[in-house]
């Protein structure tokens, strides 16, 4: 019997942004299944236009995957894991530790067929330039939701973001902020004209 499936569903208990008032909740299981779609049409976008030639049901697979391991360790805060050296490698300590775990939930045999999507180090390097501009595109979403909302507080993270996608110059994102971005912006009777 593996616990592997029941445990990862507990990722929509996990709060996201828990140092930021939220107007708008949001939860691991529900950030993991926006940011696989994305990571899926950026690399679509990458393929259909910037001469790319990623394996876009592998991106979206181990995207949706991507914070699997914070059923184990929670969800800590950008500002936190990234404060400094000693703060980025300890946490990416824990994280490679929750890999083996998670992993160690799986029958032994199916081990190695998850093993790509769970462990990052297993991700090519577009694999992870794609998939960590998903992650960022959905806090850039996340952010300026919460702004139409009337919470000023996102604001700051918002700016960041946005910023750190515009110098991290993929062009793929720069289509997605475009093509589709506006689209969030406007009222549900707007988005079927």
């Given at each position: 019997?593996?616990h592997?499936?029941?445990y ?18 949001e ?5 993991s299944?926006?940011?696989a779609?994305l990571a ?9 236009y910037?001469?790319g030639?990623v394996?876009?049901d592998?991106?979206?697979a ?16 950008t500002?936190?894991?990234?404060h ?10 824990i ?10 939930l799986?029958p ?32 850039l979403?996340?952010?300026q939701a919460?702004i ?6 996102f604001?700051?993270?918002a ?5 750190r996608?515009?110098a991290d110059?993929?062009p ?9 971005a506006?689209g969030?912006?406007q ?7």
């Amino acid at each position: 019997m593996s616990h592997f499936f029941a445990y990862i569903s507990r990722l929509r208990w996990i709060r996201r942004w828990g140092l930021m008032r939220n107007a708008i909740e949001e939860n691991v299981a529900t950030h993991s299944w926006e940011v696989a779609t994305l990571a899926h049409v950026l690399a679509i976008i990458r393929n259909r236009y910037f001469g790319g030639q990623v394996n876009v049901d592998r991106i979206a697979a181990a995207a949706l995957y991507h914070d699997a391991t914070e059923v184990i360790t929670g969800d800590l805060p950008t500002p936190v894991k990234y404060h400094s050296r000693v703060m980025r490698e300890a946490f990416g300590d824990i994280e490679q530790k929750a890999e083996v775990e998670l992993l160690a939930l799986l029958p032994e045999d199916l081990r190695a067929d998850f093993a790509p999507y769970i462990r990052e180090s297993q991700w090519s390097g577009e694999e992870q330039e794609l998939i960590k501009a998903a992650d960022r595109l959905s806090a850039l979403l996340k952010c300026q939701a919460e702004i139409r909302a009337g919470n000023k507080e996102f604001e700051p993270a918002a700016g960041h973001i946005l910023a750190r996608l515009e110098a991290d110059g993929l062009p793929e994102v720069r289509y997605f902020l475009e093509v589709f971005a506006p689209g969030y912006q406007q009222p549900l009777d707007n988005l079927l004209g």
